[in-house]
């Protein structure tokens, strides 16, 4: 008997570890089709650490909490990037993310600040093409 629940136990952590790899792996691809440093990748990658030990991938898309996590360092760290950004990278539904977003950052406590909106000025500006 001991040694059947040995092999449970280490299939859980090895499971557990194949887990956090493809979490890692996942959150570098985003970061990389939205230009996010190593240190958004690090402190995403803790998020999703922490997800994966509260059970808040079991019966989610791996895909959908990795960008709720990296969203939440963006928060943070007041990027200006949006959940659209991420929905538009990954090609899912804004409101899949963001019910997955609300949902993760309600189980962590987390208090986000409103984001200011004068950080999006110059982006949508931008975007008109206007001249000087």
């Not at 996942?26 to 059970?55: C, Y």
């Not at 200006?80 to 309600?106: E, P, W």
């Amino acid at each position: 008997g001991g040694s059947a629940r040995g092999r449970g136990y280490g299939f859980s952590r090895d499971s557990r570890e194949t887990t956090l790899n493809n979490g890692r792996r996942r959150i570098q691809e985003i970061a990389s089709r939205l230009r996010l440093s190593n240190h958004f990748v690090d402190a995403a990658h803790r998020l999703f650490t922490i997800a994966v030990e509260k059970n808040f991938v079991q019966g989610r898309r791996t895909t959908h909490v990795v960008a709720a996590c990296l969203y939440i360092v963006c928060r943070q760290e007041k990027s200006q990037h949006m959940l659209i950004d991420f929905s538009d990278a990954l090609q899912v539904n804004v409101y899949t993310l963001g019910t997955c977003f609300l949902k993760f950052r309600r189980l962590l406590g987390l208090k986000l600040e409103i984001i200011d909106p004068a950080l999006y000025v110059y982006r949508f500006a931008a975007h008109l093409e206007l001249d000087e």
